[in-house]
């Protein structure tokens, strides 16, 4: 039981525990309202929170939680471990504790052990803040929300044909005329590089690695009405509110696209310490076969001269890739085969059961439906290995979640297309299959409510699901 004594002990001083350490304290001290603080130890003590890092590696995502009457002992060979452990104590913690005022109530704790490790090592969810600009408030937020179900990725979709959303210093009018509007023509928005900086080192404080996207050849109006030499006729293009895809892209045949794709990407890997650079690459309809595997090639060279992995929709296996690179399934399994083939990997994210912006079923008042109604039962029940046939879990490297927001105005729109989708998709990328099972899932499921609740999450009461 937590009380006003109870302390959060590190061993031995370490910086990495004590960041988590005082992550945790922020989440138990404001409904506890006990004021629990971290204080460095370098014997495992008899009572409280015992924190230790195991072994000397920093990676490796496993945890050891051993809980009882007096001692809750979280170990691991590493701080996003320990970070893991922690959002399952705050799953075994009375729902209120994610209260933000102090609740009453005692604070029990269910006692035993649990070891736990990871399935895939990219478990991720996917926002488009180009169709409707989300402020830097809402993807921490987001940042939060998909922490606590073990979510170690935020791929950032930053822009597309409504909007450009991220500050280029050496293309200033992307942010002028490029992320003015949005669809529907209300007002856009971008983040600058101060603020970008901030969701990533958020996001680092809390494992999840950031994926910036530019996506192009296609899906580039924005920035083709920023730059008119971008256009094969020089002409820049009207900017664009609507929410048709595949009509525009960059005139692959012009140098000038090249320095320009070099210079964001350059820009970008300024501001990101993780290995990835998204560059997009799909429903580029009206770029020439011919035209786009050159294109994607040299996109994909430039991103490897600035050190980084590229990432990109599975169309992108089109082109010769690098057996580094990332091919993200999200429409045709055969493209992401093609892109195995060359010995690349694969990202799992299906539009059938993966996409959050798919509506729920036909009453559902926001979302689209092109890839089929999804019920929490559907982005629930499938397996990657299953799912994608000849594809090996070896050639995984984990799954993703993507939410579009064409008909997604505002968060609560966008926590109600995702919740409770999302830790579904979530265990699917964190436990093996031998041990998911809807029956059983879904009585978890509905015991979250409360805690859905208690973080003012809208969420959609699914009839499928028992809520408590
Ligand atoms: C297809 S998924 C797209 C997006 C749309 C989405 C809507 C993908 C790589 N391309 O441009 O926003 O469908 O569900």
Not at 15 to 32: F, H, K, M, S
Not at 106 to 132: C, E, N
């Amino acid at each position: 039981m937590l009380s006003a004594q109870t302390v959060i002990y590190v061993q031995n001083g370490s910086e990495d525990l004590t960041l988590v350490a005082n992550y945790l304290a922020g989440i138990l001290n404001p409904a506890t309202g006990f004021g629990i603080k971290v204080e460095s130890v370098d014997q495992a003590p008899t009572s409280g929170i015992y924190f230790a890092l195991t072994g000397n590696e920093k990676s490796g995502e496993a945890y050891e939680l051993t809980i009882t009457e007096k001692l809750i002992s979280l170990s691991s060979s590493s701080p996003a471990g320990l970070f893991y452990g922690i959002q399952t104590l705050r799953h075994l913690l009375p729902a209120s504790i994610e209260k933000s005022s102090v609740q009453e109530g005692q604070w029990l704790i269910a006692t035993g052990t649990i070891k736990d490790s990871p399935t895939f090592g990219y478990r991720g969810a996917m926002l488009d803040v180009a169709r409707h600009f989300f402020s830097v408030e809402d993807v921490k937020r987001f940042i939060d929300l998909i922490s606590i179900y073990k979510m170690n990725a935020l791929h950032l979709h930053l822009s597309d044909d409504q909007g450009w959303r991220i500050e280029i210093k050496s293309w200033p009018n992307l942010t002028v005329v490029g992320s003015a509007k949005e669809v529907g023509g209300t007002e856009g928005g971008f983040y600058t590089q101060e603020e970008y900086k901030g969701i990533v080192k958020y996001a680092q404080d809390r494992f999840v690695t950031i994926v910036p996207e530019i996506d192009m050849p296609g899906h580039t109006n924005s920035a083709l009405a920023s730059y008119a030499e971008l256009n094969c006729d020089g002409k820049a293009t009207e900017t664009y509110t609507g929410i048709d895809v595949g009509f525009s892209t960059f005139c692959t045949d012009k140098e000038v696209v090249y320095e320009f794709v070099d210079d964001v990407v350059r820009e970008l890997v300024e501001m990101t310490p993780g290995p990835y650079i998204h560059i997009g690459g799909d429903e580029s309809h009206v770029t020439a076969m011919e035209d786009y595997i050159p294109f994607i090639e040299r996109a994909q060279a430039i991103v490897k001269k600035y050190g980084k992995t590229v990432m990109g929709w599975d169309e992108i296996a089109h082109a010769k890739l690098e057996e580094s690179s990332v091919v993200q399934w999200w429409a045709k399994v055969e493209n992401a085969k093609m892109g195995v083939e060359q010995g690349a990997k694969v990202l799992v994210s299906p539009a059938t059961n993966a996409y959050l912006d798919m509506q729920y079923d036909s009453t559902t008042r926001i979302g689209l439906h092109w890839a089929g109604y999804t019920e929490v039962d559907n982005a629930y029940i499938w397996d990657p290995v299953d799912i994608a046939k000849g594809i090996p879990a070896e050639s995984m490297i984990g799954i993703e979640a993507p939410i579009w927001t064409e008909t997604i105005t505002n968060m609560d729109e966008l926590e109600y297309m995702t919740f409770p989708r999302l830790p579904g998709l979530a265990e699917i990328g964190w436990t093996p299959k031998s041990a998911r099972d809807w029956e059983t899932y879904k009585v978890r499921l509905g015991n979250q409510k409360a805690r859905f609740e208690a973080l003012e999450i809208d969420f959609y009461a699914s009839k499928l699901v028992p809520w408590e």
